[in-house]
C-alpha cells in the first residue's frame, strides 16, 4: 500500500509515513470488506456494548484490531480508541499517540449507507491518558477515510486540506490534485429534527429560521440532510458546504451531545478549520476544549464559517432575547 503523491504535491511527512501508510492498508481492507455486505459476513450484528453503553457491531470491533495489529513499528505509542476503555500502548520508544473511531457510523452497516474511519495524530507524552487529555490544537494531523461509491481519504497535516482516492487496481492511494475547501455558499442545514422540542432555544432559533425560507429573515430558502453517519456528513460539508448541527439537549446523558470530543470531534474540527470552516460548540471552539476524560462528549457544530458564527451569535443573545426572538418566529410553538 502507497501514497501518490499529485505532481509538485508535498510529501506525507516523515514522522507521519509509516503510521499513515499503516492506516492506509486498513482502510483499502475494510473497504473491501465493507463491499462485499452480507457476502461478507454478518458485518452488522450486534456483539456487545462499549463503556458508554452505546451498540458494537462485529466491523466496529474487526477494525479496531486490524489498526492495532497495523500500527506496529509505526512511531505510534499511545493508541486511543472509541472501542476500548482505555489508552494502549503499541510501541514503548514511538513519539507518536493516534485517537481513533475505527468505524464511524456502524448503525449503517446493513443499509449500505457510506461510513468510515476517523483519527487524529498529537505528540505523545510520557503519561498515556494526559496525552489526550489536551485541546485539540496539539493535533499534528487528522482525518477521515470515507468507505462509498469511492473510498476516499480527507487528512490535513497542519497545512490545508488533501484528498487521496483508493485505485483498487494498483491498490494505490492517489492524491486529487485540488486542494478540498469548504464552500463558503450553501443552502444546507443538517440535523436530527426529531428532537427539536429537546433543543434549547438558540438551537430552535436558528432551525426556525432556516426553515421560514424565503419569507423568513434569512431571506432564502435551506434544504435539510441527515444521514447519522458523521463521516458521510463531513463528507458533504466538505464538497459543498452547509452546516451540521448535534447539539446537547435537555434528555438525560445528552445534555453534551453524544459526540466523543477526543475520536470524533477533535480530529473533525482540525479537518474543517484547515479547509477554511469552523467547529464550535455552540459557545466556543471545539479545538480549545479540554476533555476531562478519555471518552468525554461534547456539543458539536461544525461548516461554513458564517454559519457557525451565526449559530454562535444565537448563543451569545440574552436569554431574554432569544425568548423573545423564539417566541416571535418559532414555527413550531403551541
Given at each position: 500500500m502507497s501514497f501518490e503523491i499529485c505532481h509538485g504535491g508535498d510529501p506525507i511527512p516523515a514522522p507521519l509515513v509509516k503510521a499513515m501508510t499503516a492506516l492506509g492498508a486498513v482502510a483499502a481492507d475494510l473497504s473491501d470488506t465493507i463491499a462485499l455486505g452480507p457476502l461478507g459476513g454478518a458485518l452488522g450484528a450486534s456483539v456487545g456494548n462499549?463503556?458508554?453503553?452505546?451498540?458494537?457491531?462485529?466491523?466496529d470491533l474487526m477494525a479496531d484490531d486490524a489498526f492495532v495489529a497495523a500500527l506496529a513499528g509505526t512511531g505510534v505509542r499511545w493508541y486511543a480508541s472509541e472501542e476500548q476503555d482505555t489508552v494502549g500502548e503499541i510501541d514503548p520508544d514511538g513519539t507518536l499517540a493516534l485517537a481513533i473511531d475505527p468505524l464511524d457510523g456502524s448503525s449503517n452497516i446493513d443499509v449500505n449507507v457510506s461510513i468510515g474511519t476517523i483519527f487524529g495524530i498529537q505528540p505523545a507524552l510520557d503519561n498515556a491518558e494526559a496525552t489526550f487529555l489536551r485541546c485539540g490544537r496539539h493535533l499534528i494531523a487528522s482525518g477521515y477515510f470515507i468507505y462509498g461509491p469511492q473510498t476516499?481519504?480527507?487528512?490535513?497535516?497542519?497545512?490545508g486540506v488533501r484528498q487521496f482516492i483508493l485505485d483498487r487496481a494498483t491498490r494505490t492511494w492517489r492524491e486529487v490534485a485540488d486542494a478540498p475547501a469548504v464552500p463558503e455558499t450553501a443552502s444546507e442545514f443538517a440535523i436530527n429534527a426529531s428532537n427539536y422540542r429537546h433543543w434549547s432555544q438558540p438551537v430552535r432559533a436558528y432551525i426556525d429560521d432556516c426553515l421560514a425560507g424565503t419569507d423568513g429573515p434569512r431571506g432564502r430558502n435551506f434544504n435539510m440532510r441527515w444521514v447519522a453517519s458523521l463521516v458521510a456528513e463531513t463528507h458533504r460539508i466538505m464538497t459543498r458546504g452547509g452546516i451540521f448541527l448535534y447539539?446537547?439537549?435537555?434528555?438525560?446523558?445528552y445534555e453534551q451531545g453524544r459526540l466523543r470530543l477526543v475520536y470524533e470531534c477533535a480530529p473533525i474540527a482540525f479537518l474543517v478549520e484547515q479547509a477554511g470552516g469552523r467547529a464550535s460548540t455552540?459557545?466556543?471552539?471545539?479545538?480549545?476544549r479540554v476533555p476531562d476524560h478519555l471518552h468525554a462528549r461534547t456539543p458539536m457544530i461544525f461548516g461554513t464559517a458564517d454559519k457557525v458564527s451565526r449559530v454562535e451569535t444565537y448563543h451569545d443573545l440574552p436569554p431574554q432575547d432569544v425568548s423573545a426572538l423564539f417566541g416571535n418566529r418559532g414555527l413550531f410553538r403551541a
Open positions: 462499549n463503556m458508554d453503553g452505546d451498540d458494537q457491531k462485529a466491523l476516499a481519504l480527507m487528512v490535513s497535516f497542519g497545512s447539539p446537547g439537549d435537555d434528555r438525560d446523558g455552540g459557545t466556543a471552539p471545539i479545538l480549545d
